[in-house]
């Protein structure tokens, strides 16, 4: 029984997605453009040389942190929709480090990366503490925090740190830039921390008694209050690590990507983050693949555009269709008629 | 017009969009169907609305186009919480993510990637005769566009409907306690259906608003976040159409300061001033707290055959 809800649990994403293109591509045929011929560019775009192979890793990258950003919260059973604020956060916290402390290089990245993580993770206790004190709904605390910090952001790069007549922040200087793992291919080292998170995240969820209890806590607040779990105190250090984990994804785009604030850093990210911890079930390794599925059809999308004139805006909507079909796709085969279905035919099976 | 006067006009005016998504969850909840996908809905009964104003020059088509958009998004949401029983927060998340990627992309293949703006056509104010000449309030409350008036009607209506009608009680058992409303013969499945229509359709109305009454352009982000201060607004105002009038109030006021303050103070980073709607949203809703009121079985998903 257990491999077969695991196998569903792979065959309904993979279903999705298959519908969300055959749909995608009703769309492109409508627009007057060969369906085949944009999926030939998608693929030349994302997997066509090595830099397009190394531009999409990029692409996946912060994907990667909002997603287990996601993940790990409702893991615990609260909903951080503020990824993209925590975030934005982090990075604001980097680039403000990064060009007036005055110290460049190894030391400054750490420091960067660090003050990065901790300020996503404290901006993502507040809705933690909000929720455990006040009882305010953490969906909607933390969407009110999305739009502080991306208006505080504008503040930094509008007035506060703006360089010149362009509204964007000055770039970190380039001692204090992520560094490449290869040095004539953009990959910097920013895809190996996502990748050590997801994983040190996956070994804590599923190896430990404290990704146990977390766990627990997720899936019964009742029964693991009466178990003598500190349910708030999990609760909390879930918002704590959630945000932290977005803040250091933010601070990776900003040090070893963008280099400056500027309108639209990090736009969506929040959201995106969501969807594939979704997509993913809330499971962190599943959650970099479907992140790095996602960086593909951006990447992609954009030599579409250019070979055939498919706006890019249609793999917005694919994306979208996904995560519709896929969450309701999860629902479908929970569903008592279908599981009776499924397994008659299994016994079925068996009795031949 | 002095600065309290015109305080008032735009707190009536920042109100509306937020009265009318609040009701919206206000008809969902009391069926039991929590909705976060607000946002959503509005965004794409903004582009509806918007689309059709643009191609039609009226107004009031816009309205209803941003209402049947509306409705067909929710529709949606409501096969896969109704019918397949997916989480109702998870599902309104993926609304949100899907409604406006598709606004966006009609947006973009329609009016291509141009500079130049698109334009509609802003709804004209409909001055109440007599009433609008009574002094001071008269030009406040009496000559606003007809969407004030329908929202504010639809306060006084929904408090009539859900405390002195028996559909009204009837809708709210299916919020409160499904089981119970099916053995006396209520049909939970379609009222739950009809609470998604009307939540749909009001929601659409409110995103329409944006485009129709408030600017005359659609852009990406026209919503910012409106949905969920609604939906703060539903739990803020406890589930009551008279407490949700207060609270849209309470954040059109916020923003209409915002604004106000805005135009006042040029030096200012804009910013700080944007901030002041979802910062007192917050202040509000923590200095108060959050007691549990609702609809007892909001958010559970109904099964029929369940013992």
């Known amino acids: ?352 | 017009m002095d600065f309290a006067s015109e305080m008032i006009l735009s707190t009536i005016r920042m109100a509306t969009p937020i009265l009318l998504v609040a009701l919206a969850e206000l008809y969902s909840e009391r069926a039991g169907l929590v909705n976060i996908g607000l946002d959503g809905i509005m965004t794409f009964g903004a582009l509806a609305g918007f689309m059709i104003c643009y191609l039609t020059g009226d107004p009031y088509l816009g309205i209803m186009a941003g209402a049947f958009g509306g409705v067909l998004i929710n529709m949606i949401y409501a096969f896969c919480t109704i019918t397949l029983r997916a989480e109702q927060i998870v599902y309104g998340m993926a609304i949100n993510i899907f409604a406006p990627a598709v606004a966006a992309f009609i947006y973009r293949v329609y009016f291509g990637v141009s500079s130049t703006l698109a334009q509609g056509t802003l709804m004209a104010p409909l001055a109440i005769p007599l009433l609008k000449d009574i002094p001071f309030i008269g030009k406040i409350l009496f000559n606003q566009t007809p969407m004030v008036y329908f929202a504010y009607l639809m306060v006084v209506f929904t408090a009539v409907f859900f405390s002195k009608t028996k559909a009204g009680l009837n809708y709210k058992a299916v919020g409160e306690f499904p089981r119970a409303a099916e053995t006396l013969g209520i049909n939970v499945i379609r009222q739950k259906y009809i609470a998604a229509i009307i939540c749909g359709a009001m929601a659409g109305i409110g995103g329409a608003y944006l485009t129709t009454c408030y600017v005359n352009t659609y852009s990406d982000g026209i919503v910012a976040g409106r949905g969920f201060i609604a939906l703060s607004a539903v739990i803020f105002g406890r589930w009551s159409s008279s407490g949700v009038l207060l609270a849209c109030l309470l954040f059109g006021f916020f923003d209409a300061l915002q604004l106000n303050l805005q135009v006042m103070n040029n030096s200012t980073p804009y910013q700080l001033f944007q901030m002041i709607p979802y910062l007192c949203t917050l202040v509000a809703l923590s200095v108060f707290g959050i007691r549990r009121a609702g609809p007892k079985s909001s958010g559970k998903p109904y099964y029929r055959e369940e013992r």
């Not at chain 1, 916290?93 to 990366?113: K, R, Y």
């Not at chain 1, 040090?255 to 639209?264: A, V």
């Open chain 1, 1 to 352: 029984m257990k491999t077969k809800s695991r196998l569903l649990s792979v065959v309904v994403p993979f279903v999705a997605v298959i519908v969300a293109f055959g749909i995608g591509c009703i769309i492109i045929a409508a627009l007057g453009s060969s369906p085949a011929q944009a999926i030939q560019y998608l693929i030349i775009g994302a997997f066509g040389s090595a830099s397009n192979i190394a531009t999409t890793l990029v692409k996946a990258t912060p994907l990667i942190f909002t997603g287990l950003c996601a993940c790990f919260a409702y893991r615990c059973g609260v909903f951080n929709l503020g990824g993209e604020g925590q975030f934005v956060v982090g990075a604001c916290v980097s680039v403000w480090v990064g060009v007036t402390w005055g110290f460049t290089g190894f030391a400054a990245i750490l420091t960067c990366l660090l003050l990065g993580a901790l300020a996503g993770g404290i901006w993502g206790a507040i809705p933690g503490i909000l929720k455990i004190t006040r009882g305010l709904n953490e969906i909607i605390v933390s969407i009110m925090l999305n739009y502080v910090a991306i208006l505080f952001m504008g503040l930094l790069y509008t007035s506060l740190l703006r360089e010149g007549s362009v509204p964007q922040t000055p770039a970190v200087p380039e001692a204090t830039q992520l560094p490449r793992i290869f040095s004539d291919i953009r990959i910097t080292w920013g895809v190996v921390i996502a990748l050590t998170v997801a994983i040190v995240i996956h070994y804590f969820l599923f190896n430990t008694s404290g990704g146990f209890r977390l766990r627990a806590v997720g899936l019964n607040r009742t029964a693991s209050r009466f178990n003598g779990f500190a349910v708030n105190k999990y609760t909390l250090a879930s918002f704590i690590v959630s945000g932290g984990i977005a803040g250091l994804g933010g601070s990776v785009e900003l040090l070893g990507t963008q280099y400056r604030l500027m309108s639209g850093f990090g736009q969506g990210f929040g959201f995106d983050g969501v969807a594939i911890a979704l997509i993913a079930q809330l499971n962190p390794l599943a959650t970099v693949f479907i992140a790095y599925f996602f960086a593909v059809l951006r990447t992609g999308a954009t030599t579409m555009q250019v070979g055939t004139g498919v706006p890019t805006s249609v793999i917005d909507i694919i994306q979208a269709m996904v995560i519709v079909f896929a969450v309701a796709g999860f629902a479908l085969v929970r569903m008592p008629q279908i599981r009776q279905y499924i397994s008659n035919r299994a016994s079925k099976k068996e009795a031949v």
